[in-house]
């Protein structure tokens, strides 16, 4: 297992397009996080999965984002009609639920840049 | 509503001297205390964490302390190594929301 995989690396996009990324998790993993990064900031959360049930979703989350993890494995977070302020790294991480803090392990992110 | 702070945006120490990264925070209801550390072009790692019940944690060179009444944490590296130079980010969990809050971060230059 190479850990957690995010593709594409980088996205760059016009305003007004339609995005999508792909997250791999740790395969014995059933929570998968989805964050968001901007530059002098700390991630943010974003939404996260037990198995393929979406459990929660920061309000940062508008509603031009979706989020998806079928059968439970691999996740898609769209976001639709893309702006500027939509510019950011996404970070995705995955965890086993009962593994306590420690067990957070994250993706390398991609890069979105709204032109 | 910022729950974790890091006031400090950069910090730059001597090769062997004292690292001492500072964290506040809000939330009093987060039951973990964490340190991820973040190299460019990679997703954040965890590094060393700390349960709201104690007051230190040590692993190798790195030690948390924990100050509740403060609401204040702070993270020691002691020696420092160029290979340190990262960004750090402070985070506090609360156990039944399951969901890591990060600070703003702390980019640390050890200098040879």
């Known amino acids: 297992d190479t850990g957690v995989s995010q593709d594409p690396r980088h996205k760059i996009t016009k305003r007004g397009q339609n995005v999508t990324f792909r997250c791999d998790p740790i395969?014995?993993?059933?929570?998968l996080y989805w964050y968001r990064q901007t530059l002098g900031q700390g991630p943010e959360f974003l939404t996260y999965?037990?198995?393929?049930?979406?459990?929660?979703k920061s309000r940062l989350l508008s509603d031009r984002f979706s989020a998806e993890r079928p059968k439970g494995s691999f996740s898609t977070l769209e976001i639709q009609r893309t702006e500027q302020g939509d510019s950011a790294m996404y970070l995705c991480?995955?965890?086993?639920?009962?593994?306590?803090?420690?067990?957070?392990?994250f993706g390398s992110g991609t890069r979105l840049t709204v032109v | 509503d910022q729950q974790v702070k890091q006031n400090s945006p950069s910090l730059s120490v001597q090769e062997g001297r004292i690292s001492i990264l500072n964290c506040d925070y809000t939330?009093?209801?987060?039951?973990?205390f964490l340190w991820y550390k973040k190299y460019p072009a990679e997703g954040p790692t965890f590094l060393i964490s700390i349960s709201s019940i104690k007051d230190k944690n040590e692993d190798g060179r790195f030690t948390v302390f924990l100050n509740k009444s403060a609401k204040h944490l702070s993270l020691h590296i002691v020696p420092s190594q160029p290979g340190d130079s990262a960004v750090y980010f402070c985070a506090g969990e609360e156990t039944s929301y399951d969901k890591v809050i990060f600070g703003p971060g702390t980019s640390l230059s050890v200098i040879p």
């Open positions: 999965f037990q198995n393929e049930a979406q459990l929660e």
């Open positions: 991480a995955s965890s086993l639920s009962g593994t306590g803090p420690y067990g957070y392990t």
């Open positions: 395969s014995e993993h059933n929570r």
């Open positions: 939330n009093s209801m987060f039951d973990y």
